[in-house]
């Protein structure tokens, strides 16, 4: 239970830091990215509580353990873009260990099952984080897609 109360914790601090991302970042393409990634959070959140309440019943949230992913995000220049993408990437590493951890300990199989699922999101968060990252810094690959070529000049 304790790792549920964690996860729903979890959940609502990745929406809090993706939610105020997406109103500071500049760049079109990176606030459409951290709002999707708030919206994935909310989805998670939503599945946690109704699966707690179908196996434990009425769940009291309160306010469960951090996993420090709050720091102060500045977009002002592209080495704060960069520091917010570094943050969010380590968040979404920390975020999969803690949910590929309570699915080895989870007793019920749907626990086990969802924490292994969400895992495998904040992987996919990881790697567009990632990907974000690499577009930023003009490395002309976007999810494996080569923007464009030097060879052509």
Not at 43 to 53: C, G, I, V
Not at 67 to 90: C, N, P, Q, R, V
């Amino acid at each position: 239970m304790e790792e549920v109360k964690i996860a729903l914790q979890l959940e609502k601090d990745g929406y809090a830091y993706y939610k105020k991302a997406a109103e500071l970042c500049p760049n079109e393409y990176g606030k459409k990215m951290f709002e999707k990634l708030a919206k994935d959070e909310i989805k998670h959140l939503e599945t946690f509580r109704r699966l707690a309440q179908e196996i434990f019943g009425k769940v009291d949230e309160g306010e469960g353990r951090h996993l420090d992913i709050f720091e102060e995000i500045d977009f002002s220049t592209k080495a704060g873009e960069y520091a917010a993408l570094d943050h969010a990437i380590k968040f979404e590493e920390r975020a999969k260990k803690f949910f590929e951890d309570a699915a080895k300990k989870a007793t019920d199989n749907r626990v086990k099952e969802l924490f292994e699922k969400i895992a495998k999101e904040e992987e996919m968060h990881k790697q567009l984080l990632e990907a974000e990252k690499g577009y930023l810094q003009k490395s002309g690959v976007w999810f494996d897609y080569q923007e464009f070529r030097m060879d052509a000049l």
